[in-house]
């Protein structure tokens, strides 16, 4: 698509706020299905991701078999518009319909129309929805993104009389060029009670749906599990005007699965792990805006590269897993997987091909945290899961790999950490940083002790008390998510800790290749 970038194109941030929202009060105002209207209807919004220099994806639902019309412009008074492209959207999918919109220019804002055609009655249209994305650049210019995880966790979901998920209108306020989510987009295990009693005797009212009423066990309920975050008027205008891009962790599927792990618990009527896992990855697929593998259409891992100065690598922790986390475990094998052999050899691979100034590494877990659940083992040597860890660590510095940084969420607080091979017991690499951010909308925790291995120290953290206990309400305001920007001129990236309130908590410049970092702001 060769379009221009005249400065009479190019609209403001205002004009497009005012032009989606208008459009989103028609559109989704009433998220049920009603058969009865005359129109089609998008009925969760609209939404965008896997953005690239020249593509991405975008995405919608509606409530009938309908074709989903995808109109594309440089400017939100659509005068340069073309028709872009057109998907069906079939009971199979549950009306979701999603489309890479290629042939784009690079470092520009793209305006995207939605609008959904009757099958039954090709004359009949829905109103629109708009959205926009901005392509990644194809020279230096400075990139920022959010990230987080944690959705609608431990039973706190929608209360509108506390402003709903207002994780999602404080990154909303950064204006970023796209956001990562880093898993647990959905607990699908976690249902959604009516209230829930504060420590003041005063009540949580959450939004309540059949679907969110008990563990989700079909396809249906995992399909309702992404409905009702999406009734959040917040995460709507979010999405609208920010690319998502998304990996999964445990509670898409089942607290701590793996695939061919044992029976869920007694609350599930399936003996089969594997049977929930195919499910809940069909909901996944349909829901997010993702790009499709065309080798391995479930597959998650991925390389989203924006730009000259970031490449962004999506792991997926959960899927290739083995089951065994044993700590005396001395040898790589099946059971130690964590990301896989399969995983392991593209990750290496991309790595050593990437030629970006910084590679992001989004995990679902993060390395250094003791749990059950995670990589790490305990303090000494690199045992079961630790040892995939490893030997990724020493591969990045034999191959003289730099400027890597791991971000990730899961633990339910925030935390910024630094590794560091002589405080390390294996000590075969560079250091670098982990920053851990997250919930984005669930119970908060208490921080978690640090495994040695790796020689990570805490340099920020902020969660729960001891006092507080955990699960604590996000109405306590320990909601969190990261924001990273990357200068343009300098390279420095720096990463930034902040709160639902929008507060800067903590944050770090680090240089590229260049000495120590330099900690600029601390609460």
Not at 186 to 209: C, F, H, K, M, Q
Not at 350 to 374: F, M, N
Not at 423 to 434: I, R
Request: with cysteine; hydrophobic share 40%; glycine share 8%.
């Amino acid at each position: 698509m060769a379009v221009s970038k005249r400065p009479d194109t190019l609209v403001s941030r205002r004009r497009f706020l005012m032009t989606a929202a208008a459009s989103a009060a028609v559109s989704i105002a009433k998220p049920s299905i009603s058969r009865a209207a005359s129109r089609p209807r998008i009925t969760h919004g609209v939404q965008s991701g896997d953005v690239s220099t020249d593509s991405g994806m975008v995405w919608a639902r509606t409530d009938r078999p309908a074709r989903m019309l995808v109109d594309i412009a440089t400017s939100d008074s659509f005068r340069d518009a073309r028709r872009a492209v057109f998907v069906d959207a079939l009971p199979e999918s549950d009306f979701t319909a999603k489309a890479l919109i290629d042939e784009l220019p690079s470092d520009q804002d793209i305006f995207y129309r939605i609008q959904f055609q009757d099958l039954s009655s090709p004359t009949i249209l829905s109103e629109p929805a708009i959205g926009r994305f901005r392509t990644a650049p194809s020279v230096e210019r400075s990139v920022s993104f959010t990230w987080s995880g944690d959705t609608a966790g431990q039973g706190w979901g929608i209360d509108e009389s506390r402003g709903g998920m207002r994780g999602y209108a404080a990154m909303r306020k950064q204006q970023p060029d796209f956001f990562i989510h880093c898993g647990d987009s959905i607990y699908a295990d976690g249902p959604i009670p009516s209230t829930r009693t504060l420590p003041d005797g005063s009540l949580w009212r959450n939004l309540v749906t059949e679907e969110k009423s008990k563990v989700a066990e079909t396809l249906a309920d995992y399909r309702g599990n992404y409905k009702y975050n999406l009734l959040d008027a917040n995460m709507r205008a979010f999405n609208a005007e920010v690319p998502l891009i998304a990996q999964w962790d445990d509670h898409e599927v089942v607290n701590d699965w793996w695939a061919e792990g044992p029976r869920p618990d007694a609350r599930y009527a399936s003996n089969s792990t594997l049977a929930l896992v195919a499910r809940a990855g069909r909901a996944f697929h349909e829901f997010m805006p993702l790009r499709q593998s065309l080798t391995e259409p479930g597959r998650i891992y991925r390389k989203i590269g924006y730009g000259p100065l970031l490449d962004v690598f999506m792991l997926d922790m959960r899927s290739y897993r083995g089951g065994a986390s044993d700590r005396l475990q001395t040898s790589y094998g099946p059971d130690s997987y964590l990301l896989g052999p399969e995983q392991m050899r593209w990750l290496k691979r991309e790595l050593r091909r990437s030629r970006a100034t910084w590679k992001v590494i989004a995990a679902d877990l993060p390395l250094g945290l003791i749990s059950s659940d995670t990589a790490a083992q305990g303090d000494g040597p690199a045992l079961g899961r630790e040892l995939e860890i490893a030997e990724l660590l020493t591969f990045m510095r034999q191959s003289g790999i730099r400027n890597t940084v791991w971000i990730t969420a899961d633990m339910h607080y925030t935390a910024a950490h630094y590794y560091d091979p002589n405080a390390a017991v294996f000590q075969d690499f560079e250091p670098f940083w982990e920053f851990v951010s997250g919930p984005l909308h669930a119970g908060t925790w208490q921080p978690s002790k640090l495994d040695n291995t790796f020689g990570p120290r805490v340099v920020y953290e902020k969660g729960c008390t001891r006092e507080q206990g955990d699960d604590l309400s996000p109405c306590f305001g320990l909601q969190f998510f990261g924001h990273v920007e990357i200068d343009g001129a300098t390279e420095v990236m720096t990463v930034t800790l902040k709160d639902v309130d929008n507060r800067s908590l903590w944050s770090v410049a680090i240089d590229p290749k260049i000495g120590p970092p330099r900690v600029a702001h601390r609460s």
